[in-house]
């Protein structure tokens, strides 16, 4: 089923530490749906890049592998989410990262008579993490991810997806934000997978094989909970 059949718009989150491999299952599970990918990590450093009020407040925090405030990361997204192609259904990659944040989703979803179709949490060991984040490089004009081992373009140089030449890293990818970013994950984001159990929408997924294998598993989950 796509978007275009489902009756009420499906909201997806993905939950996962670092690295789990988050942007990149949800860009594939996007095209697949006809979902929409809304990522705050995205849309934070979009406005770092901008300038915005938004942006000069996150900067310095997400360079030191912390969590900006809940109150501008929920106002990013609910702005985001109030844009009319999001009526086709969302894929949040990195949100909710606190209580907080999942309360003010719930609070958004209700206004919209809308529900969580199913939070699925990428398990992936530490170790894994810290190897996956130091490889990642993505496309600059398109934006595609690649790894330096795991995922590199099909022509070396060259974007798969839009042949572009220019890459880049992101500043918060070395070892000591890393580090940071992974203890703000277990100390505020693992806990969201008691939350959505308690709610009946957690779905768990093996996250440390291959790529298109997690796939597959991934689009067996979100057709059943589309459905
Ligand atoms: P954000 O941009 O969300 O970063 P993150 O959660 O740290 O997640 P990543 O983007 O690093 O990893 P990913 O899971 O998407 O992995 P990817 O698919 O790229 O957040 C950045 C910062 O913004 C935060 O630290 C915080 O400061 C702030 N922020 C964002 N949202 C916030 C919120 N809600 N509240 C407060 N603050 C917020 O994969 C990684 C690499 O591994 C890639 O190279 C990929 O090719 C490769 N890979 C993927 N899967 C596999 C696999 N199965 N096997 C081998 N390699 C793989």
Known sequence: MDAATMTTPAVLILLGP????????ARMLEDKFGLVQL????????AV??????????????????LVSDQIVIDILRDRMAEPDCAKGVILDG?????VQAEALDGLLAEKD????AAISLEVEDAEMVIRISGRYTCAGCGE?????????????????CGGTEFKRRADDNAETVASRLSAYHA?????????????????????GKIEDIARDLEDIVASAVN
């Open 18 to 25: 670092p690295g789990a491999g988050k942007g990149t299952q």
């Open 39 to 46: 990522s705050t990590g995205d849309l934070l450093r979009a």
């Open 49 to 66: 890049a901008a300038g915005t009020d938004a942006g000069k407040a996150a900067k310095a925090v997400m360079e030191a592998g912390e």
């Open 95 to 99: 949100f909710p990262r606190t209580t």
């Open 114 to 117: 809308q529900k969580i179709s």
């Open 145 to 161: 991810g690649y790894h330096d081992t795991f995922k590199k373009p099909s022509v070396d140089g060259t974007c798969d997806n």
């Open 188 to 208: 505020q984001t693992a806990p969201l997978i008691t939350y959505y159990d308690g709610q009946s929408v957690l779905k768990r997924t093996n996250a440390m």
